[in-house]
């Protein structure tokens, strides 16, 4: 019977195991193959953890690969020392005595048991007998076998472990010089040492398959073996391939710098574009460095881009709007057109590259509006003169942008006025506030929605402006105070609505250096990037769907006319701008100076017609008196315009308490106490303040509710006074008085037809809000 030590394994010439896989010491081919598996796994996995943990820390690295190594070896030594440590105690047992050496051999035949007599017989024939030896008794060494060198226990592990380190060293060092390096300088060289290093392990498995019948061959013959080493070598690549990637790459250059200007109708898109085509730079530009950096901003209005554009981006331009884009994503065509045919000597040359997206002209109307009208879906259809007067019919009035800063506003007017009756004309303009943008119009009535005051207007807008609200995505600074989607809105779609399609426009402002090839290089790649399926899906995302193949737009004339038609119907506007100068405004105060200064003294940011009017108060006022003129209010002329910087410069903290309620009663007594003003004029308070700090009532008795009845008496459709506010100071829009927590500054805003805005860039935000409230020109 075989020996009860053995494994039952037979073993090879070296003396390994050589079991088949079918028997008890094998390994089962689907089990190497899962192993193989998950040797590679280990390896990408490795080297994902160098690429993150292990590149600055190297000697740590190469002190894991050891161990690796090391663990690896006794891992298969151990239990292989374990198998054959029975035979090594019958090789290293005593020698035999001279008895023993004289006792009969039982010939070759025999297996035990009672010999055959027909053998016995041939055997004592035909061999003679032993001659006799000496029987002397000797030492019997049976009792004390030779002790066994305790240094040959522990050799096989010492040999595998340094085959094991050194075979990990080999193939780091080849991954690093090899793999590593190639990738460095590119994918193609990465791809080519890989595939020189796959012919070679191919090699050194074809000769050792080769060669498995040799006792040098036996080593890669056994399994296990074959799997340790496959596991090592795909360790000691995937290691050293990582990091000579890391180490080995050329320094990156500084990304090439490119502006791009977007409209606020995408500006929202763009950005989110930007950053995914950013992450995958690399990938689209198949180079191993970022070689672009994107910027992404947007101009105070389409107008204020156009002008900009125009005049070659003087440096008021940049001040104001940002730095001279290479990249210009306008909403319309319209737009290009309108800046090549008023363009200055100085202004770039424009190459429409294509549409990165589309999004049609809708009136979107508060969805409590048509369900408490029951406009039905039939209704709905029709051209822009036939839902404008659908509107009209259950009281909705419409609410537009600034068309002189807006081009989806442009366009939307143009076609409107192509469809209304002269009479119905003046409807258009006549509410008075025309906001920058379309989603400065929508943060506004879901304000005021969200402060208990639901608007009864529809909106003219894009769709993608309408989607981007209905998400609970808005972007304008009044927005961010929302706490939740407040006015849900429903578009109407006219028949002969126009459409915005997003033209890339490629800007190129002269010269041929070598950076300005390099940057028309990466905006094509981003141009085509933004037509790929990964761009429209983001853009997508924010609203704008697919770009269309063609868009009829108005003509030049058609538009021009449109505009002055509007600014022409539109009625006058008069602002009061009013200045908390108590102690606690003390640190804005030469802020704001400067701002008014440069908002109404220069008049260069804002669209003040002749037919408007403005003037400036401070409050507190002088002794008991709640404010005080600094600028007396009157029609826009040179000399109004050059009493601002003078009583700007006079401005300085009060110690008095400021009354933000007292101060608006004034004001509107003083908008309406000149006798020939025009019914049709729309008159609006600003005010600048960090919140009222009075208890209760205002020391002229005013409140809230009283100030409301007097702005908003019973029966009138809109308030005479309109109120803004631009908060300062911490909690901003949300400040009210102790006693009265609901009484914030964004509930006096928003219940008297304006808005409250928490402060951020106050030259910008106050140019926008008068420029929203003139008639313009």
């Known amino acids: 019977m075989p020996d009860s030590t053995d494994d039952g394994g037979t073993p090879g010439p070296d003396g390994g195991d050589k079991s088949g896989p079918g028997g008890q010491g094998g390994v089962p081919k689907f089990l190497m193959g899962l192993l193989a598996t998950l040797a590679g796994a280990v390896a990408i996995g490795w080297g994902s953890v160098i690429a993150s943990d292990f590149q600055h820390r190297q000697w740590l690295m190469f002190t894991l690969l050891g161990l ?18 029975p035979r090594s105690q019958v090789r290293h047992a005593a020698p035999e005595t001279p008895a023993q050496a004289d006792a009969p051999q039982a010939p070759s035949g025999h297996r035990g048991g009672i010999p055959s007599p027909v053998g016995a017989s041939r055997d004592q024939g035909s061999q003679p007998a032993p001659p006799p030896r000496d029987t002397a008794p000797g030492p019997d060494l049976r009792a004390s076998p030779v002790p066994r060198r305790t240094a040959s226990r522990w050799l096989p592990l010492i040999r595998v ?151 070659g981006w003087n440096s008021s331009a940049l001040g104001a709007d940002g730095p001279r884009p290479d990249i210009w994503l306008p909403s319309s065509t319209e737009e290009v057109r309108a800046v090549a045919a008023h363009a200055s000597s100085a202004a770039p040359r424009l190459a429409v590259a294509g549409s990165t997206g589309s999004s049609p002209l809708v009136i979107a109307v508060p969805t409590s509006l048509l369900s408490h009208d029951a406009i039905t879906g039939t209704q709905r259809r029709g051209t822009w003169g036939t839902v404008y007067s659908l509107l009209q019919q259950h009281g909705i009035s419409l609410s537009v942008s600034n068309p002189e800063k807006s081009a989806t506003a442009l366009l939307g007017i143009t076609g409107l006025y192509r469809d209304l009756p002269s009479r119905e004309e003046p ?37 993608a402006a309408e989607r981007l609200y209905n998400s609970n995505q808005p972007t304008e600074g009044a927005c961010p105070t929302l706490t939740g989607l407040a006015l849900s809105l429903t578009p109407l779609y006219p028949s002969d609505a126009a459409s915005l399609d997003f033209p890339f426009v490629s800007v190129d402002w002269g010269g041929s250096s070598a950076l300005a090839r390099l940057a028309q290089r990466y905006e094509t790649d981003f141009c085509e990037w933004l037509e790929s ?10 609203g704008l769907m697919p770009p269309q193949s063609s868009v009829t737009l108005p003509s030049q004339l058609q538009l021009q006319r449109a505009l002055q038609l509007f600014t022409t119907k539109a009625p006058p506007a008069h602002i009061l701008v009013a200045i908390d100068d108590s102690a606690p405004m003390e640190p804005y105060i030469e802020q704001i100076a400067a701002a008014v200064t440069e908002v109404l003294g220069t008049g260069a940011t804002t669209s003040l017609g002749t037919k408007d009017s403005f003037g400036i108060r401070a409050f507190p006022g002088n002794g008991r008196s709640t ?67 009075h208890d209760g009532q205002d020391p002229d008795g005013n409140t809230l509710v009283s100030v409301k009845d007097l702005l908003h008496p019973l029966g009138a459709t809109q ?51 008068v420029s929203q409230l003139s008639a313009g020109r």
């Open 68 to 85: 690796t190594a090391a663990v690896t070896a006794a891992w298969y030594v151990l239990p292989q020392w374990r198998r054959r440590r």
């Open 161 to 311: 472990a340094t085959l094991m380190c050194a075979l990990v060293a080999v193939t780091f060092f080849l991954g690093y010089w090899t793999l590593g390096d190639g990738f460095a300088h590119g994918l193609r060289w990465g791809l080519l040492a890989l595939a020189g290093i796959v012919v070679l392990l191919i090699g050194i498995v074809a000769l050792a398959w080769s060669g498995r019948h040799r006792r040098w061959g036996g080593w890669p013959a056994s399994s296990g073996r074959m799997i340790m080493a496959c596991a090592l070598l795909c360790l000691g690549l995937s290691a050293g391939g990582t990091l000579g990637r890391l180490d080995l790459a050329p320094p990156c250059p500084l990304p090439v710098e490119i502006p791009v200007l977007a409209s606020q109708d995408n500006l929202a898109a763009v950005e989110a574009a930007v950053t995914k085509f950013e992450q995958a730079g690399p990938a689209v530009t198949h180079q191993s460095c970022y070689a672009a950096d994107l910027t992404v901003y947007a101009a105070r209005s389409d107008g204020d881009a156009e002008a900009d554009l125009e005049s």
């Open 533 to 542: 399926p990964p761009g429209q899906t983001t853009l997508r995302s924010y």
């Open 719 to 769: 308030p005479l006074v309109k109120v803004f506010v631009i908060a300062f100071g911490d909690p901003g829009c949300a400040q009210s008085p102790p006693a009265n927590p609901q009484e914030t500054l964004t509930a006096l805003a928003t219940g008297n037809g304006g808005t409250c805005v928490n402060v951020n860039d106050l030259g910008r935000q106050l140019g926008q809000l």
């Open 427 to 463: 409807q258009i303009a006549a509410s008075g506030n025309f906001p920058t943008d379309s989603g400065s119009m929508l943060c506004a009535a879901a304000q005021a929605a969200e402060q208990g005051h639901p608007p009864s207007s529809g909106y003219l807008v894009s769709e």
């Open 627 to 693: 404010d005080r003129a600094l600028v007396p209010l009157a029609r826009v002329a040179n000399s109004q315009r050059a009493a601002v910087g003078p009583k700007m410069s006079t401005l300085s903290a009060q110690l008095a308490h400021s009354a933000e309620f007292d101060l608006v009663a004034d004001a509107y007594r003083v908008l309406y106490s000149e006798p020939a003003r025009p019914e049709q004029a729309v008159s609006s308070v600003i005010l600048l303040t960090d919140g009222d700090i």
